[in-house]
């Protein structure tokens, strides 16, 4: 939840051999317009009756099964064969399930071997959801239809998920000190045996090789089962969930903000966000200070607890810089000082000065139509996969910014426990809130195609997901204000409309999978750790991560240039092999590949593929990427 503007919990510790995950890495109104989910498109999605077949489970921090998302008015019977149940503790029962929300588990075992026994004066130790992470996740993902919606009048309007008629299953397995490894493993296991189709994991520990990774194990067991297994990217700093056989989820804005407007002094205008409910003082200047020049420490820039000097700050507007801490205890921080307004930057300093600054900030509400949107949101993870680079990661990006879902209605917006305004609806960012708008959009597409893998589901979002706007310029990112990269955004931004026909997929199943942990020369141990699969490497055969059958890939430099580097002048070449499986009607296609670099020249064979029936597949399409040294001057 980092990015969520709520405040994080402290760090934990490995103990027991046993991993934790924070909550804090757990890793709406508007989205499914921005989707293309609208009525205008109803029609070309699944069925009522098709789509309450499919059941999404959500392992995060719990329900909070009031909550009107969670309706189950117009829902049939839940679907045979279910085998989930609410479980019974001291304020959870089953009457708090529906034909909706048709599961919710608890999994502490772990968390009190390596913490002791939780306080449910504290916390509650059951399915209810006291952090409000898993409701807000769960409800993106598939909530009911809820009309007249908002966070004080912000983003209001009906709120739906991106599988409205989904039923919901919920594992919860952080707590307030986090997720351990242990209680996720089991989680995954019970999701399985009660017959989840999807799941969604907004929750991270930062990166571990494959076989020290339980998300990627977990994930790996889920497969074989053609479950589909969404997992968030990650907030500011490394990648998390890279394994292959996950889809890697970062985050991109909206069309929509809350926009507010700083009038300085000197006649300078600069606009923002702000979610501010109270009055405005649209005449009065209020002296304007930095945090930097208001304090004794050298993280006054930051406004960390207690590093103000309130002398300096009171009734003035306060510059912190984003960083180290939640934007929302800045806030605190410049209020506890006495500020009368906190201004958050998320730009270098330029030089500017001034003897006498003053400000006056004004607020605009919910605005639409922002561009350009989608844009790569700052806090999104990205990175070269440094685990398999030969590996695009993140996946793709979806809407993670500004999110409206589900909130309990016994916290208040911020978190903090100052704040005593409660909410049923609440508005956050991160790559927890993208993770569950891929799940729900994959149990769009289980719906309408009950028998397609994983894989192929996974390949159907990122083959058809869009990295240009419609003026064709590149997808922006707002960490830097330039073209993002495939780096940034994996395959693209999703489209779930052109997702309903992506005409061709690339598909693989636990054999495939098996090959890539060899590609990376696993030993046998580590593949069991990896796979939970007791498998041994052909020592005769070669595994290779370029005929790895995923959809994205990428060419490290060691590979292009070879092992000692290549003189000017000279070329090399890398070839990649896959396979592709035809999903729609008889078709013939032409491949065209471009490369704006002139050290770069891909060629594609063959360039006409021809299918002649639904699944058939072709195993020819080789792509050769030739690189020639140049000298940089």
Known sequence: MAEDGRQQPKNTYMIHMDKSYMPSKLHTTRTPDFLGLGKKSEALFPAIDKLSEVVIGVIDTGVWPE??????????????????????????????CNRKLICARFFSRGYTVAFGHIDNMVESESPRDNDCHGTHTSTTAARSAVAEVSLFGYASGTASGMAPQARIATYKVCWLRGCLSSDVLAAVDEAIE?????LSMSIGGGLSTYYRDPIASGAFSAMP????????????????????????????????????????????????ISLYTGKSELDLLFPLVYGDSASNSTSGNLCLPYSL??????????????????????????????????ILTHTDSHGESDTN???????????????????????????????????????????????LAGWTNKAGPTGLGSVKRCVSFNIISGTSMSCPHVSGLAALLKAEHPEWSPAAIRSTLMKTAYITYKNGEIIQDFATGNPATPFDYGAGHVDPVAALDPGLVYDAGVQDYLSFPCALNYDRYEIILATNVNFTRNSRKKYSLRDFNYPSFAVPLQTALGKGGAGVGVSTSVKYTRTLTNVGAPAKYKVSVSSKLSSVKILVEPQLVSFSQTYEKKTHCDIYCHFYAIRCS
């Open 67 to 96: 909550s009107k998302s969670y309706d189950d008015t117009g829902l049939g019977p839940i679907p045979s064969g279910w085998k989930g149940k609410c479980e019974l503790s001291n304020n959870f029962n089953s009457s708090n």
């Open 194 to 198: 009660d017959g989840v189709d999807i």
């Open 225 to 272: 089962h053609g479950i589909p297994v969404s997992c968030s990217a990650g907030n500011p700093g490394s990648l998390s969930n890279v394994a292959p056989w996950i889809t890697t989820v970062g985050a991109g804005t909206l069309d929509r903000n809350f926009t507010a407007y700083l009038s300085l002094g000197n006649g300078n205008k600069y606009k923002g």
């Open 309 to 342: 000097i309130p002398e300096k700050v009171a009734g003035k507007i306060v510059i912190c810089d984003r960083g180290a801490n939640p934007r929302i205890l800045k806030g605190q921080v410049v209020k506890n000082a006495g500020g009368a307004r906190m």
């Open 357 to 403: 600054p003053t400000a006056k900030i004004s607020f605009g509400g919910t605005r639409f139509g922002i561009k350009p949107s989608a844009v790569v949101a700052s806090f999104s993870s990205r990175e070269p996969n440094p685990l398999a680079p030969e590996i695009l990661k993140p996946d793709l990006i979806a809407p993670g910014m500004n999110i």
